[in-house]
């Protein structure tokens, strides 16, 4: 998935009440395909985005846990997936009666954008057109990310293109991030009139994208750890040693989860840890695969 030099993303983690109602969503109404050879079972199936994958897992009973459909609310927001055309998707999304948490329009950075979630609640974004970032940290990490996530006329495909969090400390965050697990640092895009002092920074996870959100206000706190989770539950990094990174992410004020998250199937992928801001995350080997 990723180079194997550089911490990448590698897949979302999605809790469903109905894996089949969940499964039929993604690959028929987003047109995203099974992974071959991982395993499709009660418990988990695995989907292919582009570039990155999609973890389903059967949560039985649960809801969100206090998640909320707020970008001002720490820990993982959204799983965003670029497409050729915003707008040729918008009727197709219409035709299969999802509704849009934030209807298609032009976002800061001359992005188009919409929201929905899927049966269960998780945020997902659909993105089309490069993001032009109002200050650049890097230069050729940006032209190379470009280069990465280009899109050919008629290339209409969900492609999965970042992971969404929100932090209470950004300078916390990017040192974690960038200067412990080697993200590169891409740009930012801040809000201007928005009196919460709202940011957007972006860091290169290998083929994939870091976005994350930051205010001047202390954000509303995390979606809770130790309940049966729905919706969006982990974001998957691939990095070249697993352990020093874990040993980062405690270092910076996270912790360890025992065992798996509560309400999925047990012995997940990785070492599982939380950030300090309540991102699960799944940190994995180069080149891991959950195919034999």
């Known amino acids: 998935m990723t180079d194997g030099a550089r911490t990448g993303l590698h897949h979302v983690e999605v809790g469903a009440a109905d894996l089949d109602r969940s499964e039929e969503f993604y690959r028929s109404t987003l047109g995203l395909g099974a992974v071959p050879g991982a395993p499709a079972t009660a418990s988990e199936r695995w989907l292919d985005a582009g570039t990155a994958l999609v973890r389903l897992v059967h949560v039985p009973a649960g809801d969100l846990g206090g998640w909320q459909v707020v970008n001002h609310q720490r820990g993982f927001r959204h799983a965003g997936f670029t497409v050729g055309d915003v707008d040729a998707w918008a009727p197709r999304l219409s035709a299969a009666g999802v509704g849009f948490t934030i209807a298609p329009m032009t976002a800061l950075g001359d992005v188009r954008i919409v929201f929905f979630q899927d049966p269960d609640g998780a945020l997902v974004e659909l993105v089309s057109r490069p993001l032009r970032y109002t200050s650049v940290w890097d230069e050729e990490e940006v032209a190379a990310q470009r280069r990465r996530g280009h899109r050919e006329p008629g290339d209409d495909a969900l492609r999965l293109d970042h992971a969404a969090t929100t932090v209470a400390d950004l300078g916390s965050a990017l040192a974690l991030y960038g200067d412990d697990l080697g993200l ?9 009139g928005d009196e919460r002092g709202y940011v957007r920074s972006y860091l290169a996870a290998g083929e994939g994208v870091l976005e994350v959100f930051s205010y001047d206000v ?16 982990a974001v998957a990094l691939t990095t070249a040693d697993p352990d020093a990174a874990a040993a980062a992410v405690l270092a910076r004020g996270g912790r360890e989860l025992p065992g798996d998250l509560p309400g999925g199937p047990a012995g997940g992928p990785g070492r599982l840890l939380a950030d300090a801001d309540g991102t699960v995350l799944r940190l994995l080997p180069p080149g891991w695969s959950p195919a034999p």
């Open 218 to 233: 202390p954000p509303l706190p995390p979606a809770a750890l130790d309940v049966p989770r729905r919706g969006l539950r």
């Open 184 to 192: 590169g640092r891409l740009g930012q895009v801040p809000h201007p």
